[in-house]
């Protein structure tokens, strides 16, 4: 490929990075809930690990 071509390349690799990033808060929202819910859980059953 000479440079001409390599600019005009459409590629995959914004919207994997969108991806990755998206998917990857989905989890951090994902694990602070549970960590809420389980010391929500906690505090009401008087539990201690």
């Known amino acids: 490929m000479d440079k001409e071509e390599l600019y005009n390349v459409v590629g995959g690799g914004i919207s994997a990075a ?3 990033a998206f998917s990857r808060a989905v989890n951090t929202i994902l694990d602070f809930g549970r960590t ?14």
Not at 41 to 48: A, D, G, V
């Open 18 to 20: 969108w991806f990755n």
């Open 36 to 49: 809420v819910g389980t010391s929500i859980r906690m505090i009401f059953s008087k539990k201690k690990c």
